[in-house]
């Protein structure tokens, strides 16, 4: 009888609505996926900070939003939130090594962001134009983690096969 192995590679996509539940469900799937890939060390970290990415996405915008997880097969997790909206906010408006003071404790938001500064690995964030009828495409948020355990050593060594 022939194991069967999961793929180190996978992608989970999900289209949410402009909805003010959005961050819940996007929070629920992220727990799925990851904890079905055994992923539990980064679960907490990615779930706070994808549900602070959908949460922008539906304040900042008046259309839907999607949500991509991305496994890269090298110990590391890429989540990309997508919305309506050009506008790319710091911290990710800038390279990753710049970095964004914290927001004073009195203002009313800001948090979010900074936050994913702190926990992710990388970040950035692409504007994605105008489509063929003048209209905003949108940007793309995203971040990436690692996930203790495996080594980029190790990830290229697997990907390598036997020797």
């Keep these: 009888m022939a194991t069967v192995v999961p793929p180190d590679t996978w992608v989970y996509a999900l289209r949410l609505p402009h909805d003010p539940r959005a961050a819940r469900v996007a929070r629920m799937t992220v ?26 996405a539906y304040r900042h915008t008046k259309g839907p939003a999607s949500l991509r997880l991305t496994a890269l097969g090298d110990g590391r997790l890429r989540v990309g939130v997508w919305d ?9 408006d800038k390279p990753p090594g710049d970095r964004v003071r914290p927001v004073c404790e ?28 003048g209209r905003g495409a949108g940007k793309l948020l995203w971040f990436e983690v690692g996930w203790p355990g495996i080594s980029q050593a190790e990830a290229l060594l697997s990907k390598a096969g036997p020797h």
């Design 31 to 56: 727990r799925a996926a990851l904890g079905g890939h055994g992923l539990h060390e980064v679960l907490d970290v990615v779930e706070l900070l994808t549900s602070e990415l959908v949460t922008n």
């Design 84 to 92: 309506s909206s050009p506008y790319i906010p710091a911290p990710f």
């Design 106 to 133: 009195n203002a009313g938001g800001g948090r979010g962001l900074f936050l994913v500064q702190e926990c992710a690995d990388s970040w950035g964030g692409w504007s994605l134009g105008d489509d063929l009828l």
